[in-house]
């Protein structure tokens, strides 16, 4: 037994379009086994120690052929890659180990480039398996046996497809079920024998073709599947005694899901709420990791390897018999650094893991006697009918009788199968597999696309590109649709029974659609009849991405369209990317911008689904600034409207919420499409109750808007009392809400009138000079509201104090759109610097959240439908998709209002102080003034008080020795400026500053 930690490679690619337009910055650095991270806005070092550190950000060119070589030695090309990681794996799998790969990170970091590849850049996979057949012939020669079986599945939505069976039930897929010694293994999965690099490449394109074409056709996005390819390496030789033994090994070559919100310390957030199934498998992965992570730590904790398919298919992998490499890809850029930085915290988790591979060598005739002893133990419990679903290798939860027993019919089949194919000959095998196999004809296909005019598919995964081609050959018109008769036939959302048609006429094409469908060229909706050119981009529906491509007019020099390239193409169409220079934007806008543009093709789905079903809810993205979320980190956010038009009823969701509801949207559709019935048992959410993707209950707390005050009196110790404007997400003004800011005294009570006049001198002038390092002691008060939509009641108001943890909530004011809250919160914090730096120039968010009036029943059941809505409404292109955001209220605006109202007081009080001092003055008729009366003139802040001054000032004015020189004048400094009251600059001066 080998027992060794999970080895850990992290490697970083070159800046993407999008990250060059948007001026990113380099933030990651490697050297030796090392990467380094900077947090963007502190420039804050994040060090971590792999196993592999590759740096292939810069350092290469392009050779003649396409293939990426060094031009630097801190260079890793697809070769170095595989030199570390791709030759160990093969080294374990002749000795006999099983051997895994997996590869990690965000959508669109790099992962499939480093495990499939793309032309002459082959990743891992194709080089692993090109070289398992140039070791296997000189080992035939010398008496071995070697067989090479391939099977390739992926995992959608925690149902498990076998990519070269295409026709196996969406709903169900391959049963999983756990062997006692081999552990978890799809049942019923196409393994083929090959016997040639050039088989597994065939095998490998169909796999890709065949993943391409399902997730096409249900509307699936391919980031967001798991791929499989194992390779079944067995070697069958005699030993020393005459006996035939088999030397096997499983090669796991896995390319996981984006992640971009997974997290190696296990679920987070609206994932654990919504509970859709693509981001489960990841989730249930890292906390297989950090379970992992925790024994191999001395720990004792139970590993959830049941909590996902992915995790019971890694199982081995990661904790058993294997020794595996993860490979964690990550993006260069600083706007990426959320996503990157969880990347390498999730591969720092995964390298403590330790696993213990054992060499699988039994003689051929105790593989094939363990199966028949299992096969008897198993008709025993057949026919004894009391079936223990313990003993079964599924997962049986004895709910279910007839269930338990097809179940263990299935093992038996199977069973039985392996047994029949391991007394088969090789070349018995072999002839059988070539056999079953038969004629393809999608070589033909491609090959003929080389001359003939075709679509082709463009998709997110630029491995999936290019997969796919429908050739235009003859003269005519070709139908393109959702029926059988089209002879174009695409599937998906927003595809009609007949879309559109395409048209040959002396050597021109062109397109045209039909049944008001939706059809863009080049980012445009189609509205008659249009010539296609070469290289010509096309949207059919919500989701089907193709490129005109004509070979006659084909060059070198054409450049090559990504699914990126074509959804800023709709975004400048559509009006979220500026035509003209981009240059003005923040990053965090463009960021934002990108966002959106890759919401709308789902946006679009989310619509042509609620049509489908006829839901009554309208989705749209909309861009939603900090300041209207309540929120300090200054950035715009994506965020989707979900309106149901029959109830009125209007919440606004975060990206990610709308991205897991859509997964359970989409396979609601599938269901529907399939045979009609939707099975709601399978969308559950956290208190696994059935749930409708599409509802959101009115009692959902939604955000009305939020309240926005600049705290800048505060540090001056001055009130700040205002009936403040409520800012809604669009930033539209949605009501009002008072809002006090009061200084306190040390018994945390608001200062009075008279403490005011009493403090004298002890009043802030200067709050960086006169409160650092000081106990600054206030109170916030929230009174009364008016909230301008009736719709909401019971309604709250939620805020955090600066960077304070605690988040604070009023009480629920039930069954009003006015609600008078009557709160308040005493707060005391040490004014450090940047305390007062943020009371001086930041603005404080209070959020108010209400919940809405539930609708009558007459509501629910609206007369129109979803459809006539959208064709009444005109909601029928991409411009209608993005929100429209108000600029009625500029937080800007707001914060000068309060600096105004500021400069008001200290002009106010600069003007009575100097009006006080004269009258003083006339007062004293000559006589000398004491210092603690100009003190207390120059800080008095009422007539009342003034007036107290000027009598105790006249009571004791001939008790006064002589203080100041009057016959030379009394001249006084405020704020730097020298007043003169007197004869001349010749007196004393008091010094002091006013507000």
Avoid at 503 to 511: A, C, G, Q, S, V
Wanted: include cysteine; glycine fraction near 6%; charged fraction near 30%.
């Amino acid at each position: 037994m080998s027992e060794e930690n999970l080895k850990v490679a992290v490697r970083v690619r070159p800046f993407n379009s999008r990250e060059k337009n948007a001026n990113s910055k380099l933030i990651v650095e490697m050297a030796g086994n090392q990467t380094v991270i900077r947090e963007p806005n502190t420039n804050e070092e994040k060090k971590y120690a792999y196993d592999f550190s590759y740096w292939s950000f810069d350092g290469f060119k392009t050779e003649n052929d396409g293939y990426l070589s060094p031009t630097s030695p801190k260079y890793a090309d697809q070769k170095k890659v595989f030199g570390d990681l791709g030759e160990g794996i093969l080294k374990n799998a002749w000795e006999g180990y099983n051997a895994t790969l997996f590869a990690y990170g965000q959508t669109g970091s790099g992962k499939s480039y480093s495990v499939v590849g793309y032309g002459p850049n082959k990743g891992i996979v194709p080089i692993t398996c090109e070289e398992i057949f140039k070791k296997s012939d000189p080992l035939k020669a010398s008496g071995k046996t070697i067989e090479v079986t391939f099977s390739m599945l992926e995992i959608y939505s925690e149902v498990v497809r076998d990519l070269l069976a295409p026709g196996a039930s969406r709903k169900s897929g391959l049963p999983v079920r756990q062997d006692p010694k081999n552990g978890f293994y799809a049942q019923g999965q196409k393994k083929v024998l090959v016997d040639s690099y050039d088989d597994i490449t065939k095998l490998m394109d169909e796999g890709t073709s065949n993943r391409t074409i399902a997730a096409t056709n249900m509307n699936a996005t391919s980031s967001r599947a798991h791929t499989i390819v194992t390779i079944n390496l067995i070697q069958k030789y005699k030993n020393d005694a005459g006996a035939e033994m088999a030397k096997s090994s499983l090669i796991n070559l896995v390319d996981l899901a984006g992640s971009e919100r997974a997290d190696a310390t296990g679920a987070t957030g609206e994932r654990l709420k919504e509970g859709a199934a693509i981001n489960l498998s990841l989730t249930s992965l890292g906390n297989v990791i950090s379970a992992l992570a925790d024994n191999s730590a001395g720990k004792n904790v139970r590993v959830p390897y049941r909590d996902s398919v992915l995790t019971k298919l890694l199982m081995n992998a990661l904790g058993g018999n294997s020794k595996t490499v993860m490979i964690a890809a990550i993006s260069p850029a600083d706007i990426n650094f959320d996503e990157s930085v969880s990347t390498l915290r999730y591969a720092d988790r995964a390298k403590q893991i330790k696993t213990k591979a054992i060499v699988n060598e039994d003689p051929t005739e105790k593989l094939i006697r363990d199966l028949k002893e299992e096969n008897a133990r198993l008709k025993k419990l057949l026919e004894g009918g009391n079936i223990d679903p313990a003993l079964l290798k599924g997962n049986g939860d004895g709910d279910d009788d007839d269930a338990d027993e097809e179940a263990l019919r299935k093992q038996l089949e199977e069973n039985d199968r392996e047994m029949e194919e391991m007394q088969k000959s090789y070349e018995q095998k072999l002839a059988e597999a070539k056999a079953l196999a038969g004629h393809s004809d999608r070589a033909a296909i491609f090959e003929k696309a080389k001359k003939i005019p075709h679509l082709t598919n463009i998709n997110m995964d630029p491995s999936l590109s290019g997969s796919i081609k429908i050739l235009l050959d003859g003269d005519g018109q070709k139908k393109i649709g959702l029926s059988s008769t089209c002879e174009i036939c695409l599937k998906g959302i927003g595809i009609l029974d007949e879309h559109g048609t395409i048209t040959k006429n002396e050597k021109k094409f062109f397109i045209e659609r039909l049944n008001d469908s939706k059809i863009l060229h080049n980012g445009i909706l189609l509205s008659h009849a249009t010539d296609l050119v070469h290289l010509d981009r096309l949207v059919f529906g919500a989701s089907q991405y193709y490129l005109f491509v004509d070979p006659s007019k084909a060059s070198a020099k054409d450049p090559v369209y990504t699914f990126e390239m074509a959804q800023d193409e709709i975004g400048k169409a559509s009006g979220i990317i500026s035509k003209e220079n981009n240059s003005h934007l923040t990053k965090d806008q463009l960021q934002c911008q990108a966002e959106l543009i890759d919401l709308l093709p789902m946006i679009e789905e989310a619509n042509a689904i609620s049509i489908a079903l006829d839901k009554k809810v309208v989705f749209t993205a909309l861009p939603v600034s900090a300041s209207a979320r309540g929120e300090y980190d200054g950035k715009v956010k994506a965020f989707v409207s979900v309106k149901n038009f029959a109830t009125g009823l209007e919440w606004l969701w975060k990206k990610d919420k709308f991205l897991d509801r859509k997964v359970d949207m989409t396979e609601m559709y599938n269901d529907f499409k399939d045979d009609g019935v939707i099975n709601r048992d399978k969308f559950k959410n956290n208190t696994q109750q059935s749930y409708d993707p599409f509802y959101e209950s009115p009692d959902t707390p939604t955000q009305i808007g939020t309240a926005m005050i600049f705290p800048k009196t505060l540090p001056y110790m001055l009130p700040n009392v205002t009936e403040t404007k409520i800012l809604d997400l669009r930033s539209n003004e949605a009501g009002t809400v008072k809002i006090e800011i009061l200084p306190c005294n040390a018994s945390g009570k608001p200062f009075t009138e008279k403490e005011y006049s009493e403090a004298g001198s002890n009043l802030v002038s200067d709050p960086k000079a006169d409160l650092i390092n000081k106990p600054i002691s206030f109170m916030i008060k929230i009174g009364l509201a008016n909230i301008y939509n009736p719709i909401y009641e019971d309604i709250y108001c939620s805020f955090k104090f600066y960077k304070e943890p605690t988040e604070i909530k009023t009480n629920t004011i039930r069954g009003t759109n006015k609600p008078d809250f009557k709160f308040s919160k005493n707060f005391t914090f040490m004014a450090t610097e940047e305390i007062l730096n943020f009371l001086l120039n930041q603005c404080f968010y209070i959020q108010i959240f209400g919940e809405q009036k539930h609708p009558s029943p007459e509501q629910y059941n609206s007369k129109i439908s979803t459809k006539e809505y959208f064709e009444r409404e005109k909601i029928n292109s991409q411009n209608n998709l993005i929100g429209k955001v108000s600029n009625n209220i500029d937080p800007e605006s707001e914060k000068l209002r309060d600096e105004l109202k500021l400069n008001k007081i200290k002009t106010m009080r600069l003007e009575n102080t100097i009006v006080n001092l004269n009258k003083i003055l006339e007062i004293s008729e000559g006589l000398p003034i004491g210092a603690s009366y100009i003190q207390r003139i120059l800080y008095c802040s009422n007539d009342q008080e003034a007036k107290r001054i000027f009598d105790d000032y006249s009571k004791s004015k001939e008790k006064f020795s002589q203080h100041y020189d009057n016959e030379d004048g009394v001249v006084v400094t405020i704020n730097g400026q020298e007043f003169d009251f007197g004869g001349g600059k010749k007196g004393k001066t008091a010094v002091c500053s006013i507000l």
